[in-house]
């Protein structure tokens, strides 16, 4: 079974700090990961998917990037905003053609100004 | 551009009541999901399918049946509620298989007495 692990479980800034986010999964034999944000009382976006042939991808101030050998993928958040504030998720998806996702617990970002 | 829209939002329920979620995309997606939130956990898959009439269980499946009549709705249903189904209900839409992002509704809050 694949299991996703993401840390850390929480995270406090303040504005303008480059963050690091860790995620962690433990079958290598993947086809695709996302970053997901959750806001508050709201369901999940989609922010980046990495394909398994693939060693990143980038979006704006987002930029992850992705090691199968190791097992590992990390959110990089460039000039954090107050805006950012929201929880991240890590997802797998193991290459069935159900496209299933494995997600991690998330961590919960707060940037303050 | 309504994307994955879910009713009810909230709802409140007595032990052995039943109830339907209501799960909508407007994308043409051919796979959509029901996940199920809780505190301190990842989301897990409840049900999914991956075409207009097919539907096949996921990591939870007990105590829940679905149906998939038309190719934009999929619906979630509780026979008898128990308290262990008191969570946020996610429902998600794919275009099909490949690397696509999944798209999530705002979810549904269940809380079961």
Known sequence: ?113 | NAGVTQTPKFRVLKTGQSMTLLCAQDMNHEYMYWYRQDPGMGLRLIHYSVGEGTTAKGEVPDGYNVSRLKKQNFLLGLESAAPSQTSVYFCASKKGQGDQPQHFGDGTRLSIL
């Open chain 1, 1 to 113: 079974k694949q299991e996703v692990t993401q840390i850390p479980a929480a995270l406090s800034v303040p504005e303008g700090e480059n963050l690091v986010l860790n995620c962690s999964f433990t079958d290598s034999a993947i086809y695709n990961l996302q970053w997901f944000r959750q806001d508050p009382g709201k369901g999940l976006t989609s922010l980046l998917l990495i394909q398994s042939s693939q060693r990143e991808q980038t979006s704006g101030r987002l930029n992850a990037s992705l090691d199968k050998s190791s097992g590992r993928s990390t959110l990089y958040i460039a000039a954090s905003q107050p805006g950012d504030s929201a929880t991240y998720l890590c997802a797998v998806d193991r290459g069935s053609t159900l496209g299933r996702l494995y997600f991690g617990r998330g961590t919960q970002l707060t940037v303050w100004p």
